[in-house]
């Protein structure tokens, strides 16, 4: 398995199986089937609300030997409502219940974006809390208790921008061990990739083939130069898109259920890209976000694309 050094020297899979939008029954037989296949990396979250049958999955998947816990690297992440310092831990603990775990080797905070307890998503603005009032230096000290007591290895954010990472380094103890945030040939984000290996950040790429709407598939799997250059090497775009992820130094985190999908994922991480490929890639980026955080964004929030992606061109 392909792997990225942290900082502090550990070896992250470089490439993942994400659960977003993994359906109900289905879930658990793709992560079954993947660890067999040779994945060790499965990227999930208390709010996918599937975290319970990734547990069944694992548990069974360790009493059968197919993997040891040891070979294996588990992220969650901390969702929105449970930011208030006191409701840290006790998130992190239903998480490891769901997962039937003992620890993880990464948990993040989901979003810069605080919610009610009890919100799972917003009805209206009142269940939006501003960010300046449960801000992330403290949310982020109650995760760094979380590391000191072996509840899981390391920590890191998502969907955290340059800005909010350069404030939040100002108070922390603990540099975030990653940031993982959208990234495709349509978003690059050079400038964050930049600044995150910089102070030794490793990022992880979401969405990493992109993201359809209203039932079609994503454009970047269309694109007239993504399918050229697949064709030209006799590999999918998808695997295209996932090969060029990783040569750039980012870890992918490519959601897949069937088995046709899961194998051709982990084969991406043998290909490598020549530079004429990673200059026509290069050139594709347009800043366009698939997951846009429009969700955050109803009349009265205290949430802006412009604030949440400290961007001023954001819409």
């Known amino acids: 398995m392909r792997t990225l050094a942290l900082a502090n020297g550990d070896a992250m899979p470089a490439l993942g199986l994400g659960t977003w939008r993994a359906e109900p029954n289905a879930v658990g037989t793709a992560v079954r089937q993947a660890l067999e296949m040779g994945y060790r990396h499965i990227d999930a979250a208390a709010i996918y609300g599937n975290e319970a049958e990734i547990g069944e999955a694992l548990e069974q998947a360790f009493?059968?030997?197919?993997v040891r816990r040891e070979e294996l690297w588990i992220t969650s992440k901390l969702w929105s409502d449970c930011h208030a310092p006191q409701d840290v831990r006790p998130a992190l603990e239903r998480t490891l219940a769901d997962l039937r775990l003992t620890a993880l080797d990464l948990y993040l905070i989901h979003w810069p974006v605080v919610l009610r307890p009890g919100v799972q998503f917003p009805q209206s603005a009142a269940d939006l809390v501003p960010l300046e009032q449960v801000p992330l230096a403290p949310t982020w000290a109650a995760m760094e208790d979380l590391q000191k007591?072996?509840?899981?290895?390391?920590?890191?954010?998502?969907?955290?921008?340059?800005?909010?990472?350069?404030?939040?380094?100002?108070?922390?103890?603990?540099?975030?061990?990653?940031?993982?945030?959208?990234?495709?040939?349509?978003?690059?984000?050079?400038?964050?990739?930049?600044?995150?290996?910089?102070?030794?950040?490793?990022?992880?790429?979401?969405?990493?083939?992109?993201?359809?709407?209203?039932?079609?598939?994503?454009?970047?799997l269309t694109d007239p130069v993504i399918a050229s250059l697949a064709?030209?090497?006799?590999?999918s775009p998808a695997q295209l898109l996932l090969a060029w992820g990783m040569a750039c130094g980012t870890v992918v985190i490519p959601k897949a259920l069937g088995r046709e999908h899961l194998t051709a994922n982990l084969?991406?991480?043998d290909l490598e890209l020549d530079g004429e490929a990673m200059a026509q890639l290069a050139a594709l980026d347009r800043g366009e976000r698939f997951v846009d955080g429009s969700f955050w964004f109803m009349p009265g929030s205290p949430y802006t694309a412009a604030n949440l992606w400290d961007d001023p061109r954001a819409q």
């Not at 009493?63 to 197919?66: E, Q, R, S």
């Open 63 to 66: 009493a059968d030997g197919v």
């Open 149 to 220: 007591a072996g509840l899981c290895r390391h920590i890191g954010v998502s969907n955290v921008s340059q800005a909010k990472l350069e404030a939040l380094l100002e108070q922390a103890r603990v540099v975030p061990a990653v940031n993982q945030v959208e990234r495709h040939p349509f978003l690059q984000q050079p400038d964050l990739l930049t600044y995150c290996r910089e102070k030794g950040i490793t990022l992880t790429a979401y969405s990493p083939l992109g993201s359809g709407r209203h039932d079609q598939a994503s454009p970047l």
């Open 231 to 235: 064709a030209e090497r006799g590999i």
């Open 267 to 269: 084969a991406a991480q």
